[in-house]
């Protein structure tokens, strides 16, 4: 693994201009398998976790205190857009992912992932409104997991659509680890819905006594990244395990991913939860880090722009302050490398329309672009 240890003020440099051109002052950064500049579009970001890119060149940036930001024309425009359903910003929770309809260009519908208060406490909601110019019009939550809980932890989330009428979602345990293994719950979840909100009947514990029937997979503890496949098809996660134990899986209706009852971590304070790494009925993940990075956001390179990464994973690490690149075999990890190693707090990365890599920091609140040279 080939550390690049980069200066962030000098990173900070490569800022677009107001006609958004990229002055660069900086030599390239050199990994493993491609040279790249860091391009800062946008800064003074609070808490962003979310990106959306729409089809006349806005860029949605989706802030956990409950603001949905606009890029436009090289810059971060001062108004966000309005009539976004109530966030709870509560703790870890508020509003956590962005997503656009398949169809967004005939129906113009935006999806929102955020937490929601109700009775006793709140959880993780899905609502979706029309996007007509700055403003969300008719918008409904479609979705809402229970059991609610004033618990301010492992809220999730991230939303994908398949493009077959159906949209998963994920759930944290909500700081209630062995609601992870309860049917009964949304808590530490996979879920699949029809892009309406309504439950398809062919999910797993459909008519199950005592199950939840939007559930898809389940004993997770907090996903922060999720994706399809560009080219399988196959659902793709990382969540985040304790004191070590993050996790790559490979989602399948119906499996027990073994959280809290299987994990390769430990309690924050050093006691044990579990003395087993894997068990009999329980999934194994695809690659486990230990001690952790703390994943967020995760996009597989699809784009000939970056042609040393094709086909690989990106997640960005909050603790460890990187990007984690993954090279894969089907499902047989490879190799890694630490991109970015102690440039900030990674949350979210897309690949955007037009091929190229954007990324979103906390601590500091950054938008930038990764550009191949």
Not at 31 to 52: C, H, I, K
Not at 118 to 145: D, K, M, P, Y
Not at 321 to 348: C, M, Y
Request: proline letters at 6%.
């Amino acid at each position: 693994m080939k550390k690049l240890l980069f200066l962030l003020p000098a990173l900070l440099l490569l800022a677009c201009s107001g006609n958004g051109q990229v002055e660069r002052d900086q030599p390239p950064i050199i990994s493993e398998q491609l040279e790249f500049y860091v391009d800062t579009l946008a800064t003074g970001l609070q808490n962003p976790w979310g990106l959306a890119f729409l089809p006349d060149g806005r860029i949605l940036i989706a802030e956990r205190p409950g603001t949905l930001r606009v890029w436009q024309n090289g810059q971060l425009n001062q108004e966000g857009i309005s009539g976004l359903p109530p966030v709870w910003a509560h703790g870890q929770g508020g509003l956590l992912d962005v997503v656009l309809h398949p169809d967004f260009e005939n129906n113009q519908l935006i999806y929102l992932v955020h937490a929601m208060r109700g009775e006793n406490g709140g959880s993780t909601a899905i609502s979706r409104g029309r996007l007509e110019g700055n403003q969300l019009t008719g918008t409904e939550t479609i979705f809402h997991a229970r059991p609610h809980t004033e618990a301010g932890h492992h809220f999730g989330s991230r939303l994908v659509f398949d493009g077959n009428g159906y949209m998963f979602s994920t759930i944290g345990d909500r700081g209630r680890m062995h609601t992870a293994q309860d049917l009964g719950s949304h808590n530490g979840t996979v879920i699949r819905l029809y892009e309406d909100g309504s439950v398809p009947a062919d999910n797993p514990f459909v008519g199950q006594e005592g199950a939840l029937p939007e559930i898809w997979s389940y004993g997770h503890r907090n996903i922060q990244g999720m994706q399809l496949h560009p080219e399988t098809g196959q659902l793709w996660t990382h969540e985040h395990g304790p004191q070590g134990g993050d996790e790559i899986n490979l989602i399948h209706p119906g499996l027990n991913y073994g959280w809290p009852e299987v994990t390769h971590g430990i309690n924050y304070d050093g006691s044990i939860i579990t003395t087993d790494t894997t068990r009999a009925g329980m999934e194994d993940p695809i690659l486990h880090w230990t001690p952790s990075i703390a994943p967020c956001g995760l996009s597989f390179v699809s784009s000939d722009k970056y042609p040393g990464w094709q086909g690989d994973m990106l997640v960005g690490a909050l603790v460890a302050q990187h990007i984690h690149r993954v090279t894969f075999s089907g499902t047989q990890v490879l190799s890694t490398e630490k991109l970015l190693e102690g440039f900030a707090r990674f949350r979210d990365i897309r690949q955007g329309p037009d091929g190229y890599i954007y990324v979103l920091t906390e601590q500091p609140g950054l938008f930038i672009r990764i550009t191949p040279r």
